[in-house]
Structures are given as structure tokens and as C-alpha cells.
């Protein structure tokens, strides 16, 4: 199957004498076009889970499938194609090269894999140009205001064609108009491309935008029903 499966995954550290539990039996299928989000406090297993989704690291028990793939099953050398080619990632800063223009930051993702085509930069374009930057191809980073550079972050993460999406608190730098703005663009954009995406965030008033909201906490995995998420997001709204 398609998408981001994580099939009764745990993952257990060990401290001493004791473990300690950051996932407890954690499943969730993500399917092309649709994007989730995973709430919940500090220390509640949101950066593990969205680690072992990422396949930056092992989970202890359980399945990871990437687009059919079980991926605990692969060389270390294969993950990092995996993490390459099949995962886009968009972080809380948007860590941009400060020496490349905006068009070089998306190019540069295909140099890594392989070679730059005609066809990669007519790519890079075209998704500069959905995202609002058709005019800043050419600038470099410390020219950009905080959301503009979000928003070529985004276009990076989308620059392989990767099938999954993860984007881990993409709008903790940024105030509210510019936070609705980037997650509403990276909703579109999964959308419109058939990408199996998820977001964690603290910020609520950014579920609107997602299909599915999960809650986190003590490493439990808690889908939100429509009434719960209903409180939820009109928590948000009643905060902006």
C-alpha cells in the first residue's frame, strides 16, 4: 500500500536498570492526500514518533511501511535513500543554505540524488511559483522574510516527489498570519500532489487545515473524534 503505515510500533530506551516507554503501541496508516497532525505536551513522544516515521530512528518493536516498503528490514545505506527520495521533511526553522539563491535550494536536493535535468528545474519553478516565490527565485535567504523562507522550505521538502511529508512545529517561528499561511499552503499542496503527510504542532489553531488529529500522550496514540477535535479547534479560534 501507498502512504506511511506504522503498524503496533513502541519504542523503548533503557536507563540504568529501568526503560523508559516514549512509545507505547502506536499505529496510524497515513494515506496519500491526506494530512494528520499529532498534538500533545512536551515529553509525550511527538519528536520520537515523528523520528521513527522519518526512519531517523529504529523503532524497538513493530512495522514502519513507507509506500509498501517495511523499512526495518533495510541497510543503512538504503534507509538514507529512503529518507532522500520517499520523505520530505519541513522543520520548526526552515534551515536554508545562507549561499544558495532559492532556486539552488530546491536544485541542490537533486544534486544529491543524482544529476540536475531541464525537467528538475522547470520543477523547482513551478512549485516556487504555487508556493508565492515565482518573483524570489533569485534571492538569497537573508533577503526573505520569515515566512517566504518557510515557504521555500516547503518547496524543498516537495522537491524529490517524496511520498511522505513530515513536518515537524513548521510554524513555531513564525506570528499567526504567516503560521495559517504556511500550513494552509502545505495542505494544498499534499492535496494536489497525493502526498501522505504528517504535522506535529502545538499550535492548534492549525488543525482547521488537517483531516485527521491525533493526540499524544505518556507515548499513547489517541485518534480525536470530531466532538473532541471540534473543542479543540474551537479552543484555537477562540485564542487568535
Known amino acids: ?127 516556487l511559483m504555487e508556493l508565492g516565490l515565482s518573483s524570489k527565485l533569485n534571492k538569497f535567504p537573508n533577503e526573505l522574510s520569515g515566512g517566504e523562507r518557510q515557504r521555500a522550505a516547503i518547496a524543498r521538502a516537495f522537491m524529490n516527489d517524496s511520498k511522505i511529508i513530515l513536518a515537524d512545529e513548521p510554524t513555531a517561528s513564525l506570528d499567526s498570519n504567516r503560521a495559517h499561511e504556511v500550513v494552509k499552503l502545505i495542505s494544498k499542496e499534499v492535496k494536489a500532489r497525493k502526498k501522505a503527510a504528517i504535522m506535529v504542532t502545538h499550535d492548534e489553531r492549525m488543525l482547521e487545515y488537517c483531516d485527521r488529529v491525533y493526540l499524544i500522550e505518556d507515548g499513547v496514540l489517541i485518534p480525536l473524534e470530531d466532538h473532541s477535535l471540534h473543542a479543540v479547534k474551537h479552543k484555537g479560534e477562540s485564542n487568535r
Do not use: C, H, W
Not at 510500533?9 to 492526500?33: C, F, H, R, W
Not at 513507507?66 to 529512503?82: F, M, T, W
Not at 536536493?109 to 544529476?115: D, E
Open 1 to 127: 500500500m501507498a502512504g506511511l503505515q506504522l503498524e503496533n510500533v513502541s519504542k523503548i530506551y533503557k536507563e540504568g536498570d529501568s526503560q523508559v516507554i516514549a512509545l507505547n503501541n502506536v499505529s496510524m496508516t497515513v494515506e496519500p492526500g491526506q494530512f494528520v497532525a499529532i498534538i500533545g505536551p512536551s515529553g509525550s513522544g511527538k519528536s520520537t514518533f515523528l523520528s521513527i516515521a522519518g526512519a531517523l530512528l529504529q523503532a524497538s518493536k513493530g512495522k514502519v511501511i513507507i509506500d509498501g516498503v517495511n523499512i526495518a528490514n533495510l541497510s543503512e545505506k538504503q534507509l538514507s535513500q529512503v529518507r532522500l527520495n520517499e520523505i520530505g521533511f519541513i522543520l520548526q526553522t526552515s534551515n536554508l543554505i545562507p549561499y544558495l539563491t532559492v532556486l539552488d535550494q530546491l536544485l541542490v536536493v537533486k544534486k544529491m540524488a543524482g544529476a540536475v535535468r531541464a525537467a528538475d528545474k522547470a520543477f523547482a519553478k513551478e512549485l
